[in-house]
């Protein structure tokens, strides 16, 4: 099993940006999937990037341009990060990260039913 815990939430007016990071630990030595969702309140979890453990990305339509999503595999780190430029009022949400165990390939997919492990969200709040 991996444990995830996100952080580098925060409040930011319209036009700003933020980097979100999620820490990951226990079976780190296993190939993973990563992502990053997000969940507006009264709005449904919905998938915003994915990362292979060879680096390759997945975005969903929607947060293409905007949203980068990387990760360091290095030792003892295994961090997943998830920059946002030019935030707008409608990205506010709990911004949720994400693993699989699927030998380390996302197939192009940003589903949230593909991931099993999950961590406790951090808050990102847009104001106009």
């Known amino acids: 099993q991996v444990q995830l815990v996100e952080s580098g939430g925060g409040s930011v007016q319209a036009g700003g940006s933020l980097r979100l990071s999620c820490a990951a630990s226990?079976?780190?030595?296993?190939?993973?999937?990563m992502g990053w969702f997000r969940q507006a309140p009264g709005k449904e979890r919905e998938g915003v990037a994915a990362?292979?453990?060879?680096?390759?990305?997945?975005?969903a339509d929607s947060m293409k341009g905007r949203f980068t999503i990387s990760r360091d595999n290095a030792k003892n780190k295994n961090t997943l990060y998830l920059r946002m430029n030019s935030l707008k009022p409608e990205d506010t949400a709990m911004y949720y990260c994400?693993?699989?165990?699927?030998?380390?390939?996302?197939?192009?997919?940003?589903?949230?039913?593909?991931?099993?492990?999950w961590g406790q969200g951090t808050q990102v709040t847009v104001s106009s």
């Open positions: 226990g079976d780190t030595d296993s190939n993973y999937c």
């Open positions: 990362i292979d453990s060879d680096g390759s990305t997945s975005y």
């Open positions: 994400a693993a699989r165990f699927s030998g380390g390939v996302c197939y192009g997919r940003v589903l949230r039913s593909d991931f099993a492990y």
